[in-house]
């Protein structure tokens, strides 16, 4: 699956990190799993930042499969391109994102939850913070591969 290639996931991550550094996202929590990101994040404009960042983040993945020949990879991102986005030849990140608004403390720990225990429903690891791409190695008092702002 493509985010699970650590070149890909180093884009994803390095992406991450610069919003951060440019104080335009303040993640909280993230998992990245081989098809998909999770992440409660907050911004001033976070479906701007979102845009943004899937955006650069495609086209560096996109060139990064280019220049390694990933043929397999790019003809897979061909196939899942919509037929009316008539300026792009690829699609890496589904359409569109998902926010959801998170009101209280119940809904957070439930939501931090689901994040975490991605890797586990699948089976990967037997405890959340064993799996290297998530913010679960934050709140169990590791280093991650991002800095979070933790919320509990």
Request: a neutral charge.
């Amino acid at each position: 699956m493509l985010f699970s290639q650590p070149a890909v996931a180093d884009i994803i991550f390095s992406s991450l990190r610069f919003l951060q550094a440019e104080q335009r996202l303040t993640l909280h929590a993230y998992v990245l799993m081989e098809n998909h990101l999770h992440m409660i994040a907050a911004a001033d404009n976070l479906s701007r930042e979102m845009q943004s960042f899937k955006s650069f983040t495609a086209k560096r993945i996109i060139q990064c499969l280019e220049e390694t020949h990933r043929a397999g990879w790019l003809d897979e991102l061909r196939s899942h391109k919509k037929p009316y986005k008539t300026e792009s030849t690829y699609q890496v990140w589904q359409e569109g994102f998902h926010p959801m608004l998170i009101q209280d403390d119940r809904m957070q720990r439930h939501v931090l939850n689901y994040i975490h225990h991605n890797p586990l429903k699948r089976g990967y690891v037997e405890e959340a913070c064993h799996w290297k791409y998530s913010s679960a190695r934050n709140y169990a008092g590791q280093a991650g591969m991002l800095e979070v702002e933790l919320l509990i």
